[in-house]
Structure formats: structure tokens, C-alpha cells
């Protein structure tokens, strides 16, 4: 059995530990809330947005458009949002897992758009290409971001160096559930998109000033915008999410050794003061 | 003018900016400067970026639309703006500073694309100022 001592100095160390954890946890609590609160508040944009071109995108029929076809790129870009901190559970690796996982994604098409160092280590580790990074924007997530990623990504688009571009974040259901999502951007395939919208405002027929054409080249690079914004802010929330998840347990965890440590460091005193009443009643024994 | 009221719906990315009846609503877009009554025929718009005038039963309100996209339907009207602004959130110093920024660069020599951005942010600090000075 340990000595007292080291059971001692072995506590003593899970307790400050345990500190450090319980006190992380306080703090992605209340960046939760916060970014829970920015989550929510950015979803009406997000949603309607998404209506929207899902209902011009079905009442405009058949356009051809480049960003509705395929190009000849059988490149495929990522946008890979992870976090810039770790500790936070399973958040970084389950989102890049879910990029290396899938089996339309092979490894030589696939172009990385990096969004948080954590998951770009892994990338790396894995052989992956990362086109670009921008790792710092997930610290504070502004809608002008969003503009200039979907700006570079649409570039490489029209000129042919990407074929499709998706989107890999991790969308928040509530404050226990984060489900790593992948989602297609470009091109658009009108299928995806229509489901949606069939309650409400069908049966009018929508005009368009200027024309669908060129309304569609104004409108999508903002509906791109825009989702890539609603995922930043969604995984925000989960990544604080996550990570309080992960201090919660590692906390109770901790609590769990104390209690065992203490249990045996008791038993280790016990056994020595009735060792020495042991070695002091002999001894008394042997005098008389 | 036609009757009633419809209800106007701005949205940005960080809030709903505005949500509330209105029965008359003034814009500038892509095509001209649009004025909305209810009743109108579906329509999906291009902003450009200039002042709003909303008309309600409290008066006009006023705010700085920059950029995004309109969606008119009979009864609803959905603004989905990139970014817009109310007079008392505007920083009058700064929007004269890029109005002057952005001449200096109109009158520059530099070609494409950076003209069209220069255009555009020169009318985004005209109609911060137009609506800030107001106040």
C-alpha cells in the first residue's frame, strides 16, 4: 500500500486539478449563454435567407447559371470550422472525423478552408491540403468575415480551381446536443434547397428587378455569406457548449479519485496507529 | 395611395432590426429608388445602399440600408440587410472621413474592380451623413 504521504501529495494534487477545471467550467458557462444568445439571434437571417433563394430557386425553373452547374474542377473545398482552444471533449476531432470520414470526400480533391488551429493540426497531421486559414476570425466571428472567405471561395469558383464547395460546422440543437453537419454550398442543386418552402406564399408568381439571371449572381454569394456566418455563430455556442460538457465530467471525475484517495489515505492512518499500539503493547509485555 | 398596412420585416445578420406594420415603405435599389404600398405584386429586389423611409402609424422612421436584398410580397415585406443602421447609431467623423477616402479614390487612376467598391462605399458614407446630420 502507498505510503500516507504520497496518498496525501497525490490528493492534493487532483483537488487543484479539480480547481482548475470547475473554474474553466464556470467560464465556458457563461460563454455559452452569450454566444447561445448570438446563436439564436442570427437564425431568423440565416432561415429567411435560406427561404428565400430556396423559393426563387424554385418558382425561376431552369436557369443556368454557373453557380447552379457543375464546373469541370473535380477539386472539392471545405470549410472546416473547429475551435482555437482545446478541452473541449470530443468537438475538434468529431468535426474533422466527420470531413475524413466521408467517402465523397477524398483526400487528394479535397482543399481545406481552415477555420480554428485545433482542427487544422489534425488536418495536417492527416495529409490533408489547407488552402487557406483564418483561424483568428473564430475567436470573434464578424459578418464581414463570412463576406471575404465567401468572396476568395467564389473566386476560385468561377475560375475553375473548385468544382463544389461545402460546409463543415457544428450546428447547436441546445446545450447538450452538438451534431457535426456537413453541408453542400455550391453548386446548388435545386433539390436540396426547395423543401423547405411549400407552406405559405405559393401559387404567386415572383417578378424580379433586375432580372432572375442577375439577381441570382447578386443574391447567392450572400446567401453563402450568410450561412457561413450562421455557422460560425452556431459553433461558437457549441464549442463552449462542448467544453463545458467536458470540465462537468472531468469535474464529477475528479470529485470520484478524491473520494477514493480519501477513503485509502483513512484506512493508511488507521493501519498505522494500530500498528503502533500493537508494537507498544508488546513491548509493555516484554518489560513485565 | 392604396389602404392598409403591411407588415415589414428588416433583418440582419446579428438581430431583427425592424419588425412592425407599416404602410409605406421607400427604398433605393439596384433598378431606381422604389416606394412600396401594400398590396404590391411579388417582387424581389437589389439594394443599393442609401436611406429607408419607413412609413408607420408613429411617422417615418429613417435608417441607413447598405446592402442585401428585398423580397415584396402582397401582405409581407422581408429586407434582408447585409447591414444597416439607425441615425443615433451613426458615427458622423467617420462616414465624412470615407466619403473623402473614397473621392480621393474615384479620382484616382486605378481601374476595375476597386472603382466599383469606391462607388459603393461613397454611397454608403453619403446616406450615413444624409440621415446623421439630420439628428
Redesign the interface.
Known amino acids: 500500500m502507498a505510503s500516507m504521504r504520497d496518498i496525501k501529495r497525490r490528493k492534493s494534487s487532483i483537488q487543484s486539478t479539480q480547481q482548475i477545471t470547475k473554474a474553466m467550467k464556470l467560464v465556458s458557462t457563461v460563454k455559452l449563454q452569450k454566444a447561445k444568445a448570438k446563436a439564436e439571434e442570427s437564425k431568423p437571417y440565416f432561415q429567411t435567407m435560406y427561404q428565400t433563394i430556396g423559393s426563387i430557386l424554385s418558382k425561376s425553373g431552369a436557369i443556368n447559371h454557373p453557380y447552379l452547374v457543375k464546373n469541370d474542377s473535380n477539386k472539392k473545398a471545405v470549410i472546416a470550422i473547429s475551435a482555437n482552444r482545446g478541452l473541449a471533449g470530443g468537438y475538434n476531432t468529431n468535426l474533422v472525423k466527420l470531413v475524413t470520414s466521408d467517402e465523397n470526400l477524398p483526400k487528394e480533391d479535397v482543399l481545406i478552408y481552415n477555420i480554428g488551429s485545433k482542427g487544422r493540426e489534425i488536418f495536417l497531421r492527416k495529409g490533408y491540403e489547407i488552402k487557406a486559414d483564418y483561424s483568428e476570425v473564430i475567436n470573434q466571428p464578424l459578418y464581414k468575415d463570412a463576406v471575404d472567405i465567401t468572396q476568395a471561395l467564389l473566386k476560385s469558383y468561377r475560375d475553375g480551381e473548385i468544382g463544389e464547395i461545402y460546409l463543415a460546422y457544428t450546428s447547436f440543437k441546445n446545450t447538450v446536443s452538438h451534431v457535426p453537419t456537413l453541408m453542400k454550398l455550391l453548386p446548388m442543386d435545386q433539390d436540396s434547397v426547395k423543401v423547405e418552402e411549400e407552406e405559405g406564399n405559393s401559387g404567386a408568381l415572383m417578378n424580379y428587378e433586375p432580372e432572375p439571371e442577375e439577381a441570382l449572381e447578386q443574391l447567392i454569394p450572400k446567401y453563402v455569406s450568410s450561412l457561413i456566418y450562421g455557422a460560425f455563430s452556431e459553433a461558437v455556442a457549441s464549442e463552449n457548449g462542448a467544453r463545458m460538457q467536458a470540465m462537468d465530467s472531468a469535474t464529477s471525475n475528479a470529485e470520484e479519485m478524491i473520494a477514493g484517495l480519501s477513503l485509502m489515505y483513512n484506512r493508511a492512518r488507521q493501519t498505522s496507529i494500530t500498528q503502533e499500539l500493537t508494537e507498544i503493547i508488546a513491548g509493555a509485555d516484554a518489560i513485565n | 395611395m392604396a389602404d392598409g398596412t403591411f407588415l415589414l420585416?428588416i433583418?440582419?445578420?446579428?438581430?431583427?432590426f425592424f419588425e412592425g406594420n407599416a404602410s409605406f415603405v421607400e427604398l433605393h435599389?439596384?433598378?431606381g429608388d422604389v416606394g412600396i404600398y401594400p398590396k404590391h405584386?411579388?417582387?424581389?429586389?437589389?439594394v443599393e445602399p442609401g436611406v429607408i423611409r419607413i412609413h408607420t402609424e408613429e411617422g417615418i422612421k429613417e435608417a441607413a440600408l447598405h446592402?442585401?436584398?428585398i423580397?415584396v410580397?402582397?401582405d409581407k415585406i422581408?429586407i434582408?440587410a447585409?447591414?444597416v443602421e439607425w441615425p443615433d447609431e451613426i458615427d458622423i467623423a467617420r462616414a465624412e472621413e470615407a466619403k473623402i477616402r473614397a473621392e480621393r479614390r474615384l479620382s484616382g487612376k486605378e481601374t476595375g474592380i476597386d472603382i466599383a467598391k469606391a462607388e459603393l462605399a461613397l454611397k454608403r458614407s453619403l446616406a450615413r451623413i444624409q440621415l446623421g446630420s439630420k439628428r
Request: net charge negative; proline share 8%; hydrophobic share 40%.
Open positions: 420585416k433583418i440582419n445578420p446579428d438581430r431583427i435599389t439596384s433598378e405584386i411579388p417582387m424581389t429586389f437589389i446592402a442585401g436584398f423580397e410580397l402582397e422581408t434582408m447585409e447591414s
